[in-house]
């Protein structure tokens, strides 16, 4: 599961879409209709909010909202579409390390979208506001 503090824009099409889904699972687990994925660390920044069903709410409307524009369809009855959140902390250091991360799959996967963002500088999806710091002990190296 990555839910990612980069921006989705960046994403190539197997990203948002993965993105979507593993969102989609991150909700049924914060809504507790799921026994797997419960401790997993991408989970720990939605599950220290005060209101964690409407932060992957709204982390999901953003992916949403991209995919639209982009032309796809993905089904917006799924979410709280009208929802509203406090921004979640982040750091600079896990931004980067998550811009990095996304540079290589897309370099494997997809390398014209990777041409495409590669001299760009990362950009945080809207949920999160960065602060200084390193890349966060939960993430997976």
Known sequence: MRL???HPRFL???GLTAAWREGLLARKVLRGQTRGY?????LIRFAAHPEPLAAIDVY???ILKESLRRGYRYDASKIDAAATARP???TAGQLEYEWNHL???LQ??????WREVKD????PHPLFVIGQGGVRDWEKR
């Open 60 to 62: 999901l409307i953003v």
């Open 4 to 6: 990612w503090t980069v």
């Open 38 to 42: 419960r401790n997993h660390p991408q």
């Open 88 to 90: 979640i902390e982040e």
């Open 108 to 113: 494997r996967r997809d390398p014209s979208r």
């Open 12 to 14: 190539d099409a197997k």
């Open 120 to 123: 760009s500088r990362p950009e």
């Open 103 to 105: 540079l290589e799959k």
